[in-house]
């Protein structure tokens, strides 16, 4: 048995190893125990490599379109290999700096596989051995998995997920992309601009499913316009390999009468969604309250078992990095005795397509189901002076408001900038602002952000540039 913690973690993601920062900030002895890198899956398979891949992809497809600005290039081309490089230099910059984050504020860093026993203390299996080390307070912020579907075919060897996918070597000729989500659409944009063949099969009858409609609407065009296949309604029945080739049987409502036809692809990565990672975390008899495959939590993140708390992925919700660094900060000054004042009923989230995407609070649609009556303001952004300098696609920002008190609700945008521009939208409506409240300030020209002014503008039926 080791010495005692005021707080052990399990799981150094986005979530355990800020908790563990901000805990031992606070003064409590603190110990975060991971199995395998840290950073967990935003900084090694998740945000970071995604977005150096389509940073890397979006270079390459501005070089190509620069002739619009007067700058010819000529044979453009790329070395994925090189870019593969990048992108892993930039995750092992960043794992550095968790390191020594975490190395700087003394907090303990175990190497090893953490299992809550019964009676609250942790065992870790490693290398070296086996060790339980014993907490006053336990965080379990193991984090998730990628889903495979139980469609027949889909364990075949070369089937992907995002785990492999952002691993593979070189750029596949066909890629078929089953989950028009938030992964699978920064996927497409990733391949699609270096060159495959991209197909996207989703289950719902539009792409980004859960998001505004018209960010899906927009986003479905500028992916068929960028030679992206998309098929919606559409259900993969089963998956076979022939030769070099997976060979996927598929049905897609009301076309062709619903028949089966199939379709054939070099690559295929299933991008489904993901699930809670409670992997030999629980001891035998330690039986945690479970919510649909998800740790249960109560309001202040303790789950059924007092002093363990569970935050991130691994308790299902916005399964986002800022999100789970959220919900780890708010514990941890729980535990120390502070009062939380971060808000985390306000998550924004982002697809970084281009245009990128970002959205916070409500939707118009979300406002009218819960019987609030709203004001919408809408701004297209070919209006705007920097997105015509800088000839961007089409794009929109629009912001939703209580009519009566034109509090504000939500926002929704689709543009250049969108997912740095959204953190204003969040301030304003944690902070319960109205539309004049946050008009009131001028904003700079020519920025993209003169885009909220406009919408906000709209709100009152005052727009000047509409
Ligand atoms: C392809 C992809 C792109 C994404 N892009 C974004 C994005 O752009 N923005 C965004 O906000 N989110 C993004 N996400 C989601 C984001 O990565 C997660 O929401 C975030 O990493 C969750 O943080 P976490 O700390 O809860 O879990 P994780 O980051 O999964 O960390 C959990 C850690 O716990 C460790 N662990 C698990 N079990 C044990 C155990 N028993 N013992 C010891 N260690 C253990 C794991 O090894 C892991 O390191 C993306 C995800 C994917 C897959």
């Not at 379109?65 to 994925?80: N, P, R």
Request: aromatic residues 6%.
């Amino acid at each position: 048995m080791r010495d005692e913690y005021e707080l052990i973690i399990i799981g150094a993601g986005p979530g355990g190893y800020v908790a563990a920062v901000k805990a031992s900030k606070l003064g409590l002895k603190t110990a975060v125990i991971e199995n395998q890198e840290l950073g967990g899956t935003c900084l090694n398979r998740g945000c970071i490599p995604t977005k150096a891949l389509l940073h890397a992809a979006k270079r390459y497809r501005e070089v190509q379109l620069g002739e619009q600005f007067g700058i010819i290039a000529k044979e453009v081309s790329f070395d994925y290999s090189k870019v593969t490089s990048y992108k892993n230099e930039t995750k092992e910059s960043l794992r550095a700096g968790v390191a020594q984050l975490l190395k700087t504020n003394k907090v303990e860093v175990i190497k090893g596989k953490g299992t809550l026993l019964k009676d609250g203390s942790v065992q870790v299996k490693s290398q070296e051995g086996e060790e339980i080390y014993r907490g006053k307070n336990v965080l379990l912020a193991t984090g998730s998995k990628a889903v495979l579907p139980s469609i027949e075919g889909a364990n075949l060897a070369g089937i992907m997920t995002s785990d492999e996918m952002l691993d593979f070597d070189h750029i596949p000729e066909h890629l078929l992309i089953i989950g028009g989500g938030v992964i699978g659409v920064e996927f497409a944009t990733v391949f699609s601009s270096f060159g495959s063949h991209v197909t996207i099969f989703e289950a719902a009858e539009r792409i980004l499913p859960t998001l505004d409609l018209d960010i899906s609407r927009n986003t479905a065009i500028l992916l068929k316009k960028r030679g992206v296949s998309l098929h919606t309604k559409a259900f993969i029945q089963k998956i076979e390999k022939e030769r070099d080739e997976f060979v996927c049987t598929y049905e897609e409502d009301g076309k062709d009468g619903g028949w089966q036809k199939t379709i054939k692809s070099t690559s295929v990565l299933f991008a489904v969604g993901r699930r809670a990672n409670t992997e030999g975390l629980f001891d035998e008899g330690v039986e945690l309250e479970m919510s649909r495959g998800n740790i249960a939590v109560k309001e202040n993140f303790e789950t059924s078992m007092a002093h363990v708390y569970a935050i991130g992925d691994v308790i299902g919700g916005m399964q986002l990095a800022h999100n789970a660094s959220s919900q780890g900060i708010y514990v941890a000054e729980c535990i120390s005795g502070e009062t939380p004042f971060v808000d985390l009923s306000v998550v924004p989230s982002c697809v970084y397509f281009d245009p990128e995407v970002a959205s916070v609070g409500m939707t118009q649609e979300e406002a009218k189901k819960k019987g609030i009556d709203v004001v919408l303001g809408k701004f297209v952004t070919h209006a705007n002076g920097k997105s015509i300098i800088t000839k961007e696609d089409r794009g929109f920002v629009k912001i939703v408001a209580e009519k009566e008190t034109k509090i504000l609700l939500g926002a929704q945008f689709m543009c250049a900038n969108a997912t740095d521009m959204i953190g204003e939208m969040g301030t304003a409506i944690s902070n319960k602002m109205t539309v004049q409240q946050l008009r009131k300030s001028m904003r700079a020209h020519p920025t993209y952000n003169e885009s909220i002014g406009e919408a906000l503008e709209d709100c009152l039926e005052k727009s000047i540039h509409r």
